[in-house]
C-alpha cells in the first residue's frame, strides 16, 4: 500500500518512528526533497536516526530491501573461542565490494579483492571475541536509483557479504 501524506502527523513531535512488521521485510521512509514540480518543501533540516538489524543468515542488500544503497554496513558477530586452538582462518566468502576487518576492538585488515580470508589468530582471545565487518559498495548502486537517467543507464550491483562465511580453526 502507498501512503502520500504532507507533512508529519500533529502529534509526532517532529519524528516518524519506523517499527518492523511481520512481512520479513525492511521498513523503508521513502522522502521526496525535489520532485518534477520543484522542491518538495523541506523547512529545516533532514536528521536520520538509524538503529541495528538482526538479520538470520547472509544475503545481499538487495534481498534486505536497499537494492540502491550505496555506502557503509556493520556487520557485528559475537563467538566463543575455545582453549585449544594453535591458529584461525576468517574466510569470507563472496564479498562486495570491499570490508574492514575489526576483531576485538582492533583492525585486522582491509581486504579489496578476492579472496576474503585472513588469519586472525593473533588478535582471538580464548573465550568471547567480537568481529565487526565494515562492508562498502561502489557508487553505482545509487546511479542506479537516478530515475531521470542524467548518469546513464547504471544497473545496481550485488552488494554486501554473500558467504558463506566461516572461521577455520587448526587445534
Not at 500533529?10 to 517499527?19: A, C, Q, R, T, W
Not at 521526496?32 to 522542491?39: I, K, W
Not at 582453549?83 to 566468502?93: M, N, Y
Request: hydrophobic content about 40%; overall charge neutral.
Amino acid at each position: 500500500m502507498i501512503k502520500k501524506e504532507i507533512g508529519l502527523p500533529p502529534d509526532s513531535g517532529g519524528k516518524i518512528e519506523l517499527v518492523s512488521s511481520n512481512t520479513n521485510s525492511p521498513s523503508v521512509l521513502a522522502l521526496e526533497t525535489y520532485s518534477h514540480y520543484g522542491p518538495a518543501g523541506l523547512s529545516k533540516p533532514l536528521s536520520v536516526i538509524c538503529g541495528p538489524a538482526q538479520i538470520d543468515r547472509l544475503k545481499s542488500w538487495k534481498a534486505l530491501g536497499f537494492g540502491f544503497y550505496s555506502g557503509r554496513v556493520l556487520y557485528r558477530k559475537t563467538f566463543t573461542a575455545d582453549d585449544d586452538f594453535k591458529r584461525a582462518w576468517l574466510d569470507l566468502g563472496e564479498v562486495q565490494h570491499y570490508v574492514e576487518v575489526y576483531i576485538n576492538k582492533h583492525f585486522a585488515d582491509l581486504l579489496l579483492w578476492p579472496p576474503y580470508e585472513l588469519e586472525i589468530t593473533d588478535y582471538l582471545t580464548k573465550g568471547a571475541n567480537e568481529i565487526a565487518l565494515v562492508v562498502s559498495n561502489s557508487i553505482a548502486n545509487r546511479f542506479a536509483w537516478d530515475v531521470w537517467s542524467t548518469r546513464g543507464r547504471a544497473k545496481a550491483e550485488p552488494s554486501g557479504i554473500l558467504g558463506p562465511a566461516c572461521i577455520l580453526v587448526e587445534n
